[in-house]
C-alpha cells in the first residue's frame, strides 16, 4: 500500500531455483523499490532477469530457457523456475516462470497455477525495464528500438502481444509461399492473398496502438516535463502508421497496405523478407532543451533521455491503469551525476513503483534513505537485507 492507501504493484515474495548463479533464493520483500548492490558478478542483473520473466517477454537478456538453467561444474541444472507472489490492482497473485519439465529450453508462465499468454501477463502485472543496452538506443538498431517502443506500447495496450505475434506469424507464413513460389511450386493464390489480408488487419491495429500510446506518452512529457531530465519531442516512421496519421481510416489504411503487400511480393520473394510494414517502424526523439537529435547527445544525455521516457510511460500508465507498473532500473544510475539520481528517486516515489534498481555501491541510493529495501547480493546470494 501506498500512503494514500492505492495498491502498489509489486513482487512480494521471490523464489528462484536453479537460475542463473542461483541455486535457490528465497526472498521476502515488500512493495517499496528493491535497491540491490553487490560486487560485479554476484548476481543483480540476474535477479532482475528472473523478475522480468514474470513479465511478458524474454526478460531483459531476451535469453534462451537454456541459457538460464544453472550451470555447474558437473554440468548444467536439469531445471529452472522462478516463482513470485505479488499485489497487482485485482489483488494478491501468483507468478511464476520455468522450463517445461518435458524441454528444458521451452519456458512456460503461469498465473495463479494457470496457463498465461504474454497479453494477459500484460495485463495482470504491467512491467517496464531499461538495462545498460538501452544507453545507446537512439545511436543503435532501428529494430532495438522499435522493440522498446512495442515493450512501452504494451505497458498500457496489453493486446499488443497478441497482435504482434499474430502479425509475425503471417508474414512468416507469407514469406514460407513466397520462397517456395521462388523454387518453382504453386501454392494455392487464396492462401496468399489471405495471409496478407491477416497481415494487413494485424497491421492497421499494431499502428493505430503505437500512435495512441506515443500521443498518451507525449502528453504526459508535455503535462508534467521533468526538471531532472531532458524532455522527447518524439515521432513515430511507418508505412501504415503514416497512413493512419495521414486520416485514412481503419478500413482504408488496410486495404491500402495488403495491397501493398500485393506488389511487392516479387520484391520481398527476392528479399526473401517483407521490406515494408510495421516490422520497420521506427522512433525517433529530439532532445528538446538541445533542440538535437537525441543520438547527437552524450552517453548521460542519451541514457537520461530515454530514463525519462520510460519513466514518463510510467507516469501515464499510473492515470491510464490507475497504478505504476513494476520497473526494472538495471545500472540505470551508471553515468547519472548526482541531480539526476535523487531526481530519479524523487521520479521513482511520486510514481509509487516498485523499482528493482541495480548497482555496484549502496551510495548510489542513498537518495531513497528508508523509501527503498536495500539488498546486498554476494554470489549468488542474499548477503544483507535492511
Ligand atoms: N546459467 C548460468 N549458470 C551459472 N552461473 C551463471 C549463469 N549465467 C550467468 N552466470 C554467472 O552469473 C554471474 C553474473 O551475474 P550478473 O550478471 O547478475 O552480475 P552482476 O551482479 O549484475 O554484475 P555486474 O555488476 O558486473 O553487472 C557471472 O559470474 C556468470 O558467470
Known amino acids: 500500500m501506498s500512503e494514500d492507501g492505492a495498491v502498489r504493484p509489486g513482487v512480494t515474495r521471490l523464489k528462484l531455483t536453479g537460475f542463473r548463479n542461483?541455486?535457490?533464493?528465497?526472498?521476502?520483500?515488500?512493495?517499496?523499490?528493491?535497491?540491490?548492490?553487490?560486487?560485479?558478478?554476484?548476481?543483480?542483473?540476474?535477479?532482475?532477469e528472473a523478475v522480468s520473466l514474470l513479465g511478458p517477454g524474454r526478460g531483459v537478456r531476451a535469453a534462451s530457457g537454456e541459457a538460464v538453467l544453472r550451470r555447474t561444474p558437473d554440468g548444467p541444472d536439469r531445471l529452472w523456475a522462478v516463482h513470485a507472489e505479488a499485489l497487482t490492482r485485482a489483488g494478491p497473485v501468483t507468478l511464476a516462470a520455468g522450463s517445461e519439465p518435458s524441454d528444458p529450453a521451452r519456458r512456460r508462465t503461469?498465473?495463479?497455477?494457470?496457463?498465461?499468454?504474454?497479453?494477459?501477463?500484460?495485463?495482470?502485472?504491467?512491467?517496464?525495464?531499461?538495462?545498460?543496452?538501452?544507453?545507446?538506443?537512439?545511436?543503435?538498431?532501428?529494430?532495438d528500438r522499435l522493440r522498446f517502443f512495442d515493450r512501452l506500447v504494451l505497458s498500457g495496450a496489453p493486446d499488443h502481444a497478441s497482435q504482434l505475434s499474430a502479425y509475425d506469424k503471417a508474414m512468416r507464413e507469407r514469406q514460407r509461399l513466397l520462397d517456395r513460389m521462388a523454387e518453382g511450386a504453386r501454392p494455392d493464390?487464396?492462401?496468399?492473398?489471405?495471409?496478407?489480408?491477416?497481415?494487413?488487419?494485424?497491421?492497421?491495429?499494431?499502428?493505430?496502438?503505437?500512435?495512441?500510446?506515443?500521443?498518451?506518452?507525449?502528453?504526459?512529457?508535455?503535462?508534467?516535463?521533468?526538471?531532472?531530465?531532458?524532455?522527447?519531442?518524439?515521432?513515430l516512421e511507418g508505412v501504415v502508421e503514416a497512413s493512419l496519421a495521414a486520416g485514412a481510416s481503419a478500413a482504408g489504411a488496410e486495404d491500402a497496405f495488403a495491397s501493398a503487400l500485393m506488389k511487392a511480393r516479387p520484391r520481398d520473394s527476392a528479399a526473401g523478407r517483407a521490406l515494408s510494414g510495421p516490422h520497420r517502424s521506427d522512433l525517433t526523439a529530439r532532445h528538446r532543451e538541445k533542440d538535437q537529435p537525441a543520438?547527437?547527445?552524450?552517453?548521460?544525455?542519451?541514457?537520461?533521455?530515454?530514463?525519462?521516457?520510460?519513466?514518463?510511460?510510467?507516469?501515464?500508465?499510473?492515470?491510464?491503469?490507475?497504478?505504476?507498473?513494476?520497473?526494472?532500473?538495471?545500472?540505470?544510475?551508471?553515468?547519472l551525476d548526482a541531480g539526476r539520481r535523487e531526481g530519479l528517486a524523487e521520479a521513482i516515489l511520486a510514481l509509487d513503483a516498485q523499482a528493482w534498481l541495480t548497482g555496484v555501491d549502496a551510495a548510489l541510493f542513498a537518495p531513497f534513505a528508508r523509501a527503498a529495501q536495500h539488498v546486498r547480493i554476494e554470489a549468488g546470494a542474499v548477503a544483507q537485507i535492511g
Open 22 to 48: 542461483y541455486a535457490s533464493l528465497d526472498l521476502s520483500l515488500d512493495a517499496r523499490p528493491v535497491a540491490l548492490t553487490g560486487p560485479n558478478g554476484a548476481g543483480k542483473t540476474n535477479l532482475v
Open 110 to 143: 503461469k498465473i495463479d497455477g494457470a496457463a498465461a499468454t504474454q497479453s494477459a501477463l500484460a495485463r495482470v502485472f504491467p512491467m517496464l525495464w531499461l538495462t545498460p543496452r538501452e544507453d545507446r538506443l537512439w545511436a543503435g538498431p532501428r529494430a
Open 189 to 235: 493464390p487464396d492462401w496468399l492473398a489471405a495471409l496478407e489480408t491477416e497481415m494487413a488487419g494485424r497491421a492497421v491495429a499494431l499502428a493505430a496502438a503505437r500512435l495512441d500510446a506515443l500521443a498518451r506518452l507525449q502528453a504526459e512529457i508535455d503535462a508534467r516535463p521533468s526538471s531532472r531530465f531532458p524532455t522527447a519531442e518524439l515521432a
Open 295 to 335: 543520438a547527437d547527445g552524450s552517453t548521460g544525455e542519451q541514457k537520461a533521455l530515454v530514463l525519462g521516457l520510460a519513466l514518463a510511460q510510467a507516469g501515464a500508465i499510473r492515470s491510464q491503469r490507475g497504478a505504476a507498473p513494476v520497473l526494472i532500473l538495471d545500472e540505470a544510475c551508471a553515468h
